[in-house]
């Protein structure tokens, strides 16, 4: 298929989720260009620096929250998708003292029952439509196996260490964010629970934790779930070389051709420690898409690169013939086709 650099180029951008460090946006901001010029297809929203948590990143309060996201949306005459972690509990951008409703953890809902619970996401889910955001990076479906672990267990962000359970709660939790036009994310495949380490900070490996218990909440909400997040967890089980991020074996042998999905793969953070400090750039963006990643994030909390260098990147590998330009239609079509949905 013949198409031009330019269009070429667009099409790359439209796989990019990017970070920015604005509670307002205004034509001479870089996020601005990056939608406006460069067609970039979402942007993350944070709370917080992450080198600075006691100042504000794109998250002030309600009012604020709204705007700024009338005025991405505004920008650019596609949709954008609008980004954000909201759990409930630790892992919440939304924070009750900035104004936002109270929220509770996986673990603590998941004792207080289905009712409960129904409530509890139908709150999040309003609110989120109400302001704007069009994707919630939840619910997490690791198992809470590893009682060691500083990023899932001791946060209370798993709902229990039964599959069971977790596809329940979990279920509750994207069938309220559907009803409100919000998309729901899976998170992380092919399970974070069992693993002690955090990849923020650099190499997990879960290959002598792991089981395949922890593809369970998976295969039970395979059915109804548009999007997926890989873990940069290595697991010499799935693939003896590459975390789950860059990994064919575990993205498109495993996930796509075992289990049948064909929804959005999104990559974690391809700026957090377990990437950034064994690969570069141009390896992480080629393993990742060659792998059968959709959405290609680049938080800007743990460094600074630009959206039209990572595009530049990935023309030149597809020119190169080191990335197939239909790997990128494929990837158009499944965002297409979740834009669709809100």
């Known amino acids: 298929m013949d198409i031009s650099e330019a269009e070429l180029k667009q099409k790359i951008a439209k796989m990019l989720i990017i970070g920015f460090d604005t509670l307002v946006v205004n034509e001479d ?44 949306q505004n920008i650019n005459q596609n949709k954008l998708l609008i980004s954000i972690d909201q759990e409930g509990g630790r892992i919440a951008r939304l924070k009750e003292e900035d104004g936002f409703s109270k929220t509770i953890s996986a673990k603590e809902l998941a004792s207080l029952g289905e009712e409960s619970a129904r409530k509890h996401y139908a709150s999040i889910a309003s609110e989120l439509e109400d302001l704007g955001v069009n994707i919630d990076f939840a619910p997490l479906v690791d198992l809470g196996l590893n009682k060691e672990s500083d990023v899932i267990y001791k946060l209370d962000r798993a709902y229990s260490d039964d599959a069971d359970i977790v596809a329940k709660y979990a279920s509750i939790f994207m069938d309220e964010l559907a009803s409100h036009k919000v998309i729901s994310c899976l998170k992380h495949f092919p399970g974070h629970g069992s693993a002690k380490g955090d990849s923020h900070e650099g190499f997990v490996d879960a290959t002598n934790t792991w089981s395949e218990l922890e593809l369970e909440p998976y295969k039970r909400l395979l059915h109804k779930t548009k999007m997926i997040m890989t873990a940069h967890v290595f697991n010499k089980n799935l693939d003896d070389t590459y975390p789950a991020t860059l990994s064919y074996n575990t993205n498109t042998k495993l996930l796509r051709e075992k289990m049948g999905y064909d929804g959005v793969i999104i990559g974690d953070d391809l700026q957090m420690g ?37 595009i530049e990147i990935i023309y030149k590998l597809i020119k190169n013939g080191e990335i197939a330009q239909e790997r990128i239609e494929e990837s158009n079509k499944r965002i297409d086709r979740l834009l669709s949905e809100i």
Request: aromatic residues 10%; glycine residues 6%.
């Open 29 to 72: 901001d870089y996020i601005y260009k990056c939608i406006k010029e460069y067609g970039v297809g979402g942007v993350i929203l944070f709370d917080k620096f992450y080198e600075d948590r006691k100042k504000a990143k794109n998250i002030q309060n309600p009012k604020q929250l709204k705007e700024l996201t009338t005025q991405l």
């Open 274 to 310: 377990a990437i950034k400090e064994h690969y570069s750039n141009e390896e992480a963006l080629k393993l990742s898409i060659n792998s059968g990643v959709d959405l290609i994030m680049y938080c800007n909390q743990l460094g600074d690169d630009k959206a039209e260098d990572i």
